[in-house]
T-cell receptor, first 113, second 115 residues
């Protein structure tokens, strides 16, 4: 199977600062990586994804970095806003061709106004 | 589009009772999934389906059954509820085309308590 872990269970940042959430995975054959945001009482919401043939992908205020050498990915949120407060999960697809996602335990991001 | 819908939102069961969690999607996605999320944890895959009539086990299938008679619906059945099945259940769907998987879209969840 796949093991996915996040480095910090909680993260507090000041409004306007940048946030970095980290994730490590165990399977070097993993080819697809996703970051989800989960607000209280809701299902996970897709933020950004990256495939293993890339090492960086940017969205609106978010950037995902993938380091396959050390099996690590990170989510960077620029100019963090109160609405960014949520639990963030990284999810890793175990093997090419399947679509089983393995989720980390999540990092709770709290934005301090 | 309503996206992925789940019913009920909440349910309390007694040990040994059975129930079906409903999931439907209107995005014409071929893949559908059931996950459970225990407090403070990530999601674990219970079952998934790659299309109507085809289902397969995920990471934690014991105590559950699924069926996929249509593209839109993917119900999850608990036959003999146990306290260990107390969790929040999420249904998701995604689309695969040309060998490329796309992101999974999640429903709002069903919170199940077994007493």
């Amino acid at each position: 199977g796949e093991s996915v872990g996040l480095h910090l269970p909680t993260l507090s940042v000041q409004e306007g600062d940048n946030s970095i959430i980290n994730c490590a995975y165990s399977n070097s054959a993993s080819d697809y990586f996703i970051w989800y945001k989960q607000e209280s009482g809701k299902g996970p919401q897709f933020i950004i994804d990256i495939r293993s043939n890339m090492d960086k992908r940017q969205g609106q205020r978010v950037t995902v970095l993938l380091n396959k050498t050390v099996k690590h990915l990170s989510l960077q949120i620029a100019a963090t806003q109160p609405g960014d407060s949520a639990v963030y999960f990284c999810a890793v697809r175990g093997q090419t061709g399947a679509n089983n996602l393995f989720f980390g335990t999540g990092t709770r991001l709290t934005v301090i106004p | 589009n309503a996206g992925v819908t789940q019913t009920p939102k909440f349910r309390i069961l007694k040990i040994g009772q059975s129930m079906t969690l409903q999931c439907a999607q209107d995005m014409n996605h071929n893949y559908m999934y059931w996950y459970r999320q225990d407090p403070g944890m990530g999601l674990k895959l219970i079952y998934y389906s790659v299309g109507a009539g085809i289902t397969d086990k995920g990471e934690v299938p014991n105590g559950y059954n699924v069926s996929r008679s249509t593209t839109e619906d993917f119900p999850l059945r608990l036959e003999l509820a146990a306290p260990s099945q107390t969790s929040v259940y999420f249904c998701a769907s995604s689309y695969r085309t040309g060998g490329i998987h796309n992101e999974q879209f999640f429903g709002p969840g069903t919170r199940l308590t077994v007493l």
